[in-house]
């Protein structure tokens, strides 16, 4: 089936006609309680998702509906979620989810008449207009719109699908399974930096992710507003104290703040990279059963410890071999996936 716009019937709606709409209601960060509600404000980025709140009972929450920002972006959104005061949600049960990211497409060909002087507000939420595809019956066509959408969903999971195996067969060939390992220490292979106590007491509310000696949620425990000497990114986070356990690590491609109860590990000889840093990580996990709070996996002990790596023709670590390894298995678990999907 081949789905053609050109061959279609177009007609304006006012975007009323369609849905029914809700406006979002002002809350200022110092009322925001941390959750796990997406919150939406004005952006075009995230899909306008800007914090994490608690559950309110002064808000709705809303699900499968599409928002419009005070710019005129528009996003579809699956999941319940909160609004502020610049988010109108545009609901309508009947239409299929498919159907809706194409109308979401629609709207955002009218962005652009939107600005901090002309912003979309509820008299455009109840009065704008779109083009859309219609019916013989001179309704809008939901059904074309959803095997629109699906047409092309598939074509690009075709195009993705083949580039990953082809991606998948490359690295293969670079991959020596027979590879051999020798033991570093791990002064050998990584700067080792400090994080900075930083006390309950001291915190205050922000966006900026605070890591400490935890052990889920890639360490993270707190968002704050602090800024202090342990700012750092594309690092490897490792416990050396805490309650999180000794030993454990996660790679962190994004600016946070580290507590002083967490290494950062930058590496030595060779370009960080999520990749690279991510396979050393394993290896820094092996560690973990020897160490504990009688024990702890301290600076000095860092230092010595050794961990086994892939070796180079030179003798030293071989850090494109566990690159490469990685991409390797991240192409092959999306091919799983694409393999579940389909």
């Not at 709705?60 to 999941?79: C, L």
């Not at 400090?194 to 425990?221: C, H, W, Y």
């Not at 892939?310 to 996936?337: F, H, I, R, V």
Request: hydrophobic share 30%; aromatic share 14%; charged share 30%.
């Amino acid at each position: 089936m081949n789905k053609n716009l050109d061959n279609k019937t177009w007609k304006v709606f006012h975007l009323s006609d369609i849905f029914i709409n809700y406006h979002g209601k002002r809350l200022t960060k110092e009322y925001r309680k941390a959750g796990k509600t997406p919150l939406l404000t004005a952006s075009e980025s995230n899909q306008g998702v800007s914090d994490y709140i608690a559950d309110s009972l002064n808000m709705t929450k809303h699900k499968n509906f599409i928002s419009i920002d005070m710019f005129g972006h528009a996003f579809y959104h699956n999941y319940g979620c909160y609004g502020d005061d610049n988010i109108y949600f545009f609901k309508n049960d009947k239409i299929s989810k498919c159907a809706k990211l194409f109308i979401v497409s629609c709207i955002n060909k009218n962005s652009s008449k939107y600005s901090y002087g002309n912003q979309f507000r509820q008299d455009n939420a109840d009065k704008d207009k779109i083009l859309l595809p219609v019916n013989f019956k001179g309704e809008p066509d939901y059904e074309f719109m959803e095997e629109y959408i699906k047409e092309r969903e598939e074509k690009l999971k075709q195009r993705y699908r083949e580039h990953v195996e082809n991606r998948v067969k490359k690295l293969f060939n670079t991959i020596n399974l027979k590879k051999e390992w020798t033991a570093y220490k791990i002064e050998d292979v990584f700067n080792i930096l400090s994080g900075k106590r930083l006390t309950q007491a001291e915190m205050i509310s922000g966006d900026m992710p605070f890591v400490s000696a935890a052990a889920i949620n890639n360490g993270i425990t707190s968002f704050i507003g602090n800024n202090n000497s342990s700012l750092d990114k594309n690092v490897l986070g490792v416990n050396y104290d805490g309650n999180g356990g000794m030993a454990i690590s996660f790679f962190h491609p994004y600016s946070c703040l580290f507590s002083d109860s967490v290494k950062r590990f930058h590496l030595k000889n060779y370009t960080d990279n999520k990749y690279t840093l991510l396979f050393l990580k394993q290896t820094i996990l092996k560690q973990r059963e020897k160490y504990v709070y009688g024990y702890k996996f301290n600076e000095t002990r860092m230092k010595k410890q050794k961990i086994m790596l892939p070796t180079n023709s030179k003798g030293e670590p071989d850090y494109k071999y566990m690159e490469d390894y990685m991409k390797y298995l991240e192409q092959k678990k999306l091919l799983e996936y694409l393999e579940y999907i389909k």
